[in-house]
């Protein structure tokens, strides 16, 4: 098919399914706009009836159309093209939607996972020692244990299991943002750490490069060994790559200082102008950023052969609904 | 340490891991050139001194020095600023020494897996299924199945264990290259087949921008369902996208004809000049080459799971001592 159009398709799936409710040309074509898409009503109505032919869409009452399950499988499988810089695009889509404040209010990202009810106290305990060293972001976290219950727009927590929210370090980027510091996030890597000190990347996989985030990634592929790193200062990390113009490096110090009375413990560091830091070279003019990953402690769940299906970059949430883990578990 | 010395340091054990017996300074300075740094006989003596209080390399005789296994873990760590498009220089260079003539007698690139010695015989069987229906490169294979013989510097079969190569489709880009034309490897992806023919790329990983081989990272994270797609003619396998000259294409056409006699049943999709291929756009005036990944088979034995720890890019192996598989198993 005409890749133009597929994308025009793909981008109505995409409104519809922001929907719960059935949605009618009209809206679709305003929503289209916002997107940057000029279709008439009419042209919509055109598209929308090629979609139920093939079954991406159904009509729902007089009001309009809704998304079918095949709908959302082709959302999922939307043009590749399309998707390469895919994660650098959902990293700063939602960096931009972070608003929390000093008080500790306001949204931040969660990443989420899906636990096995039965694991689910052995898995908060290795969360635990993992956030208190600091190889998480946040102490705070959230456990969605209602089954069935809709948390967030399709997200439904799976029979006999339970949802475990906690904080990613894009919440981190988007805390900056708002401060009016850009930076450019580079890469998500494996960090080697002796004597409870980082010492460099072994290995990175650019943002911009790839379709899957490279922390869900190295997980999968079992490279972590943060379990080590906790118990005897060993191992290996996962950990982001940013960098900042180096006329910002002040403020983002200042900035990271005071998240600390959020509960954000997470490790993070601040190289020296134009200076590489843990063996990556930076920009010429810059500054170089590593945050700890918000993954590690579901890579040290992973590692402790847990069963848990990661989602990085999930879901915006309010910082004040989650709860201290040490509230949770002791 | 300083970042030239340390990448001065890895040349050298490089150079030793090249080597079984002991190699003086002498000898490492004239290799060193060959790698562009320029170090005297005597800095070399001096580096290596360091390195042997460092425990990578030791005195062997009067005759100098060799790498210990400290030092080889060295050069697997080494600056991963050198090694981000590691991968796609390890494509061009081993692409550079293939020289299979039109006999079918030289080197090629092997993929090596190792096995369980008890589950060789399953393996087998579903590896030639697959290599069958064209979803590998070539259907002659090598089984090393001698425990303790090294079958390439620093390869070792491990006990209980055999390994399988395979060959790699860099093998076809070396082919290619020793015609004259040249390739721009983008990518190493997921490719989603129905109706037995490919539709589009699911995910991607581009080569210069990960540490890591893509189509490893895809096995690993076990996104592939290549024995659905040998059963079925639907799912998910391993392929790499690459970009030619559009003048090239008639050639490019004419040699993939030629390779057919070698008994190189790759499936090989050649794309149409400045257009798009299975969802990806290439670069105005080149064609798009999907060459199918050399790892399928090795895919579909993990998916069956059986345990393998697989190797992409691995050796350079002679071609006519490869054996068809249908005379390994039948």
Redesign the interface.
Known sequence: MN?DIERKLVAILEILNNYTEPVGANTISKKLVEKGIELSERAVRYHLKIMDERGLTKVAGKKGRIITEKGREEIK?A???D??GFIISKILNLAYQVNLDKDGKGNVILNLSIINKKDLKKSLQIIKEILKKGYGISEKIIIFDKEEEEIAPGIIVPEKKVIVGTVCSVTIHGILLKRGIPLDAK?G?VL?VKNHEPV???????Y?????DPLE?FI???MTSILSVVKNGEGKVLATFRELPNMARDDTEKVIEEIRDLGIKAKIYLGKPNQ?LF???VTQGSTGLVIIGGLNPLAGVIESNIEAENEAMSILYKYEDLVPIKDVIN
Chains 1, 2 share one sequence.
């Open positions: 890749k499988k043009l590749v093209a998707k390469l890469f890597g080697e460099r990347f072994l290995e990175a996989i650019n911009n490069g790839s379709t899957l990634v999968k592929s079992r590489e063996g990556i070279p």
